[in-house]
Nanobody, 124 residues
Framework: EVQLVESGGGSVQAGGSLRLACAAS????????LAWFRQAPGNGREGVAR????????FYSDSVKGRFTISHDIAKNTAYLQMNGLKPEDTAMYFC?????????????????WGQGTQVTVSS
């Protein structure tokens, strides 16, 4: 079964850090775009970061650039999102997604495989 499973969410105070993980199973992530999206109540799904696993080149939304880092461990078939300097506006459900091939932008419609999400809550 092809699936993505996120973990690592939780509640932190502003300025804190969390590391999210996205474990893939049923397929190899050696030639994929892996991305993190988030969705807060009442909002649409927002792209946060993506990585092209062939080159390791990453792309970030302006709202997280300089604070978040996406990475990929090919041996563990897992993507990570290191989140530092968290702000209350980062509070959302975070989803990882996978697409076959390189997609330079964070367009949800490009991604066919999605995880179930992990909640991140940042208090002020």
């Amino acid at each position: 079964e092809v699936q993505l499973v996120e973990s690592g969410g939780g509640s932190v105070q502003a300025g804190g850090s969390l590391r999210l993980a996205c474990a893939a199973s049923g397929f190899a992530t050696s030639r994929n775009s892996l991305a993190w999206f988030r969705q807060a109540p009442g909002n649409g799904r927002e792209g946060v970061a993506r990585i092209w696993t062939v080159t390791g080149i990453s792309f970030y939304s302006d709202s997280v650039k300089g604070r978040f880092t996406i990475s990929h461990d090919i041996a563990k078939n897992t993507a990570y999102l290191q989140m530092n300097g968290l702000k209350p506006e980062d509070t959302a459900m975070y989803f990882c997604a996978a697409a076959e091939g390189s997609f330079p932008f964070l367009n949800p419609s490009d991604y066919a495989i999605w995880g179930q999400g992990t909640q991140v809550t940042v208090s002020s």
